[in-house]
């Protein structure tokens, strides 16, 4: 069974650090571009970061220099390092696995996990 699982997502003040995990399990990790998204509240989901199969790196400006993606491939692990939050980062923050390096769109991502809420107070 394939399975995506978010994690770390917490109430923080502006100005805090977060970091989120993304564990996977039932597909072959290390071929799959694996991608950070999220939804605001009523608002759509709308890319964050990527890491590609051999860590290359994108990332939206709205985050460049604030946040950091990485991967552990042996434990099939991704994260999102998270400095320096804002109010507009609040969200559900979800992970994704793509065929498509540098992909930002949602549609071409196969997996998905169920989220993991980040809340940041000012």
């Known amino acids: 069974q394939v399975q995506m699982v978010e994690s770390g997502g917490r109430l923080v003040q502006a100005g805090d650090s977060l970091r989120l995990s993304c564990a996977a399990s039932g597909l072959d990790f290390s071929r799959y571009a694996m991608g950070w998204f999220r939804q605001p509240p009523r608002k759509e989901r709308g890319f964050v970061a990527q890491?590609?199969?051999?860590?290359?790196?994108y990332y939206d400006y709205s985050v460049e220099g604030r946040f950091t993606i990485s991967r552990n491939n042996a434990e099939n692990t991704v994260f999102l390092d998270m400095t320096n939050l804002k109010p507009e980062d609040t969200a559900v923050y979800f992970c994704?696995?793509?065929?498509?390096?540098?992909?930002?769109?949602?549609?071409?991502?196969?997996?998905w996990g169920q989220g993991t809420q980040v809340t940041v107070s000012s």
């Open positions: 890491i590609s199969w051999n860590h290359h790196t």
């Open positions: 994704g696995a793509s065929v498509v390096a540098g992909s930002e769109v949602d549609s071409e991502y196969e997996i």
